[in-house]
């Protein structure tokens, strides 16, 4: 559609919606999508593309992860986790954050609540980001896999995703992070860095070093069931040494009370 057409449209649109109060009627929704997309430089579909880096804006972010939202919540690519979840769990935080966490995929409780790291490894994740400084809402959180990994009827736990669900799945985080574009990553576990970067390989070796995800800064740390599973101090220590490098990439001040934390 070109520029004048969706000038027309969203004229006509704010009409009705002025001058109708019954359906149809313009959502405002809707109408802001239309704005954001006639905002945008010309091209062949209406919403601007993420993967070009220009037409992305702060404030376009949340309008433009909004379909791929609606188009992950319909998904039904695995169909057997398409039909064992209760529902998909996209991602939460701030559309414009400059830090971005990436687990591997929802448990029992983020597939109840909707949400990432919802259960206790993200409360003890949400502590961690809390003890950087940040609030929850300030970052961004999302997983590899948008669905629950399905289980036997009636088995506990969770259970890793399999590599063709995650190379299945994998194309709709790259879209979230193409449009939030954060200065720094980080990948909660071997999961999460097979999901990113395709790679596998001891967290001995890969984590506490930087990497780069498609040249964004990307920290690998351990993942907080793995601190929920051993809670030695060193371990923690780690996993904190590892955030204050994620600190110090942001330029965030660090007092020395934060540099000293889990220190023997
Ligand atoms: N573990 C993950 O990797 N992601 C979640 O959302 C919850 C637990």
């Not at 993967?51 to 992950?72: G, M, Y």
């Not at 039904?76 to 954050?97: E, I, M, W």
């Not at 371990?235 to 965030?252: G, P, T």
């Amino acid at each position: 559609m070109q520029k004048p057409d969706l000038d027309f449209v969203i004229a006509a649109l704010e009409k009705i919606r002025e001058t109708n109060d019954r359906l149809p009627r313009a959502s405002r929704n809707k109408l802001a999508q239309l704005t954001v997309a006639r905002a945008q430089p010309v091209r062949a579909g209406l919403a601007p593309d993420a993967s070009d880096r220009r037409q992305v804006t702060p404030s376009n972010k949340e309008a433009l992860l909004a379909p791929i939202r609606e188009r992950v919540s319909a998904c039904t690519k695995c169909p057997h986790l398409a039909s064992s979840r209760t529902q998909t769990v996209f991602g939460v935080g701030n559309p414009d954050a400059d830090l971005m966490f990436v687990g591997e995929a929802p448990g029992f409780d983020e597939d109840r609540h909707g949400e990432p790291f919802v259960g206790r490894a993200g409360q003890l994740l949400t502590r961690i980001i809390k003890a950087m400084g940040f609030a929850r809402e300030e970052v961004y959180i999302a997983n590899v896999l948008k669905c629950r990994p399905d289980m036997p009827a009636g088995a506990y736990g969770n259970r890793a995703p399999t590599p063709q669900e995650m190379q299945t799945c994998r194309p709709y985080l790259v879209e979230q992070i193409d449009i939030i574009q954060p200065r720094v990553v980080v990948a909660l576990g071997a999961v999460a860095v097979e999901g990113l970067l395709g790679t596998r390989g001891t967290m001995r070796e890969l984590r506490g070093r930087w990497h780069s995800y498609s040249g964004v800064p990307l920290m690998i740390t351990y993942h907080p069931a793995y601190l929920l599973r051993n809670q030695s101090l060193s371990e923690k220590r780690k996993v904190w040494e590892d955030m204050l490098q994620v600190l110090e990439r942001l330029e965030k001040p660090v007092s020395e009370k934060q540099r000293n934390y889990f220190k023997e």
